[in-house]
């Protein structure tokens, strides 16, 4: 493969399938860094809450380091919000502090059946969203991938209710848990399809909650996975099914609910994975996004972007959201790494 | 009177009511126990939280889940709460009590709970704080309950960083404090270095670190008071 491909062709051609110029370093989650936001002179607390900022900030990844995407927005509460929660942003604090819901809308177990907003598109930050992926596109969507993330219905539950109740019913009241489930399905479709709207060429679906560090193998394939299913039916863009901790109990699980690619992080043995989803199942992450990619040495960042190529990752994509913090040296060094040892 | 015999057999049946997450067993019985003269404190401890220790093992080999453990928690808190009138002296030792919470801009609040059931099963008085829990917050709670032990949980190395301010307030304020840090990003290490008095992998090292801890307060109180009478 002589020729060399844009950001956007790698990945487009990577969900497609298709053969690309080197592997791509990528991720479907958060892409602020400190060293973008210090760049065009924003505050962390203020980047969710106004579109440019978001958008030029989550361009920084590729426009500094050259990493081959631009995801939006950096947060877990966009869905949420537009249901009616409310959200802290720590405006006074000085530290890196990400958003988190301050109001639930379930507060016990008689008010899980929410109503959904007729409007749900046009609250919250979902027109936000919007037009924040908008600009990307506009000022980097030719040569740049623009991807966005939605959350899976267990995991938003658990921004919506407390995590501890709905652990809790999802054995003594899994009809009202799938109730539930059911509904905020639709919601993340409906996002989604916002999102698709706008523009978008890729989208991660975010199940955290669902780890096999909190919930067993058996819960899993019962109770989350036939809703992860009717999302992915839904989504015209490649997606990715993004879960981090322990998962290589449910990756055939993963793999089964109809995302393109499946995302997990360091706690996952790749080779494993690898020999049991076979040599085509697109397969990203693994990659340690702190205590490789921020607390390591470039060394250590070198030999990491090398052995995750080697145990059979299909792109070099960190295990979680970019760390803010991490320093431009490393980053720079992950990307090399990628464009030397990525070519075979 | 039961007999020996019977009174193992409601203890096991109390075991097993926590270990199968039955709450309705437990509280009925807990209420057995209590009927047939099986001594409170044998019914807490070779009943009730001799289950819970089993669950703990079941977790740990990953047979049992968050979901399970909670659970357990509950059918452990609805015995414990038929028994607890009746207990003479909880005889654990020690006992403390304890401020605990996950520190500012930090949500993630399951292994912060689950820490927090230990110190609850092991009759500490326990205040939770809860999550995202403002830093100047513990050192007032602390302050204001005299407790004996103060714990943070943070699961993010943003929201760690947090908890440096926190040791040193309190340790400003109230010297003899034993402050406890743990959650996923935290290490012995890192506890040293900012001058916490322990660190824990999990739920069951943090009791243990915390039994210790107490015991060594207490006896130091105890040798100040024996010494004013000299
Ligand atoms: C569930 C989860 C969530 C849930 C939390 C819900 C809740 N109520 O807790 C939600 C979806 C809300 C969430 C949000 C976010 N999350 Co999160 N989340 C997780 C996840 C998957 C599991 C954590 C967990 O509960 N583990 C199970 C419990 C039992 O284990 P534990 O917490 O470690 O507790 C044990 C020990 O640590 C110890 N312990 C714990 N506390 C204490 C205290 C003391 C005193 C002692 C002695 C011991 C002790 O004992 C416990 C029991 O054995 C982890 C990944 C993972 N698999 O670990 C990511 C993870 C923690 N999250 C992460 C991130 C990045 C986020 C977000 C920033 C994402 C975003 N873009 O917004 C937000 C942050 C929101 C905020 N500001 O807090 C990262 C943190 C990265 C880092 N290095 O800092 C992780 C590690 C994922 C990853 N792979 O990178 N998350």
Known sequence: MAEIMTAKERVLKLFAGEPTDRAACFSGMGN??????????????QVHLNARQMAETAATTSKIFDFDCCVMPFDLCVEAEALGCKINTYPHSEDLLYPTIKEKIIHNEDEMDIGVPGDLTERGRIPLMREAIGIAKKDIGDSVPVG???????????????LNDLLKLSFKKPDKVNALMEKLSAVIVQVAQEFEKAGIDY???????????????????????????????????????????????????????????I???????????????GPNALVFGNYDPYNVLVSGSEDLVRETTRKCLDDGVSAVWPGCDIWPTVPPENFRAMMETVKDYGKQ | MATEERKSEILDKLRNAVIEYDEDSAKELAQTALDEGVDANTAIFNGLVSG????????????????ELLMCADALYAGLEILKPHVKQMDLGVRGSVVIGTVEGDVHDIGKNIVKMMFDVAGFTVYDLGRDVPLDKFVEEQLKTDSDLVCLSAMMTTTMVGMKKIIEDIKKKNPKVKIMIGGAPVSQDIADKWGADGYAPDATNALKDAINMISSLKKLKEDAEANKKI
């Open chain 1, 32 to 45: 602020a860094t400190t060293e973008g936001l210090t760049r065009l002179g924003y505050k962390f607390a």
């Open chain 1, 263 to 277: 995302s997990v992080d360091q706690k996952n043995d790749v080779a494993d994975t690898r020999k049991k989803l």
């Open chain 2, 52 to 67: 819970m220790q089993k669950v703990g093992a079941l977790f740990e080999k990953q047979e049992y889940f968050v979901p």
């Open chain 1, 203 to 261: 989208i991660t679906v975010r199940e955290m909650g669902a780890t096999s560090d909190v919930l067993s193998p058996r819960a899993f394939n019962t109770l989350i996975l036939p809703h992860l299913k009717s999302i992915f039916k839904e989504i015209k863009v490649p997606s990715v099914l993004h879960i981090c901790g322990k998962t290589n109990d449910i990756v055939g699980f993963m793999m089964g609910s109809g995302a393109k690619a």
């Open chain 1, 148 to 162: 966005s993330y939605v959350l899976g219905p267990f995991t938003l539950a658990g921004q919506i209710m407390e």
